[in-house]
């Protein structure tokens, strides 16, 4: 199994992200896919031996590597969009019915991304309910949903922004939210 980096350089020149910020986090992504099939070609040819700390740690890391390669894929697939959300499709009243109004639900998410630390917000259906959830990852892994569907995810590690931003990661939000394919969005849902 060897996993292909993406090509999103048709994002270059999308307002508010500089091209040296966006041809940055494509060469970090990049290193996320390498990484991705270097462990999983460790721990392909190594003894599974539970008591040996290097096969445990690196049983460990995989899922920081794996889910640091897709959570950029979902997140540079769901930029590059130019209209609003489309308020007669699918997504718009399941948000409502979820957080109350559209307003509501844009709050939420842009706090659950203002947070401190590290990680990225995601907009998460319960696979189970269909129900939306706003949820905070730690690093790449801590904190999915099992089972559930990402819907919009929006990256808030310093990479994503300090170039441009400084430390005004709100104003990083404010212009995602400028960019954001909402046709994309609406097509992860079940
Ligand atoms: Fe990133």
Redesign the pocket.
Known sequence: MTYQAKDYSHLIGMEGFSETLLKN?FT??QGYVNNTNKLYDLLSSKAKDATNPEYAELKRRFGFEFNGMRL?EY?FENLGGKAPLDKSGTLAPKIADAFGSYEAWEQDFKATGAMRGIGWAILYQDNVTGWLFNQWINEHEVGHLAGGKPILVM?V?E??FMTDYGLKRADYIASFFKNINWEVVETRLA
Request: aromatic letters at 34%; charged letters at 10%.
């Open positions: 986090h970090l992504y950029h997140y990256d590690f990479h994503a």
